[in-house]
């Protein structure tokens, strides 16, 4: 069984920062593209940033310059540093992997439950 559990989220003023963590745990053999959506109130789930396997990364216009991504393989865990928020940041926010699961012999996606980040203005 995988498991993905998201931390780190909480309330800040505008212009503040916080940093999202997200464990992987499980029989998982190999991890290939790891990546941040949210999801505020009303709109649709949202693609934040991703990071490939070898550590290119990619972010959406909207947090490009203020987010950081990144990986540490040795733990397992996926980090998203945000600076400079703004309230429009406001949302759920879910990590999301492509792993090689061992017990299915298969490429796999899995989601972790989300952790609330709120901005205040």
């Known amino acids: 069984q995988v498991q993905l559990v998201e931390s780190g989220g909480g309330l800040v003023q505008a212009g503040g920062s916080l940093r999202l963590s997200c464990v992987v745990s499980?029989?998982?053999?190999?991890?290939?593209?790891m990546r941040w959506y949210r999801q505020a109130p009303g709109k649709q789930r949202e693609r934040v940033a991703t990071i490939g396997s070898g550590g290119t990364t990619n972010y959406a216009d909207s947090v490009s310059g203020r987010f950081t991504i990144s990986r540490d393989n040795t733990k397992n865990t996926l980090y998203l540093q945000m600076n400079n928020l703004k309230p429009e940041d406001t949302a759920v926010y879910f990590c999301?992997?492509?792993?090689?699961?061992?017990?299915?012999?298969?490429?796999?996606?899995?989601w972790g439950q989300g952790t609330q980040v709120t901005v205040s203005s």
């Open positions: 499980g029989s998982i053999f190999k991890i290939a593209d």
């Open positions: 999301n992997i492509n792993a090689f699961v061992l017990a299915r012999d298969s490429w796999n996606t899995y």
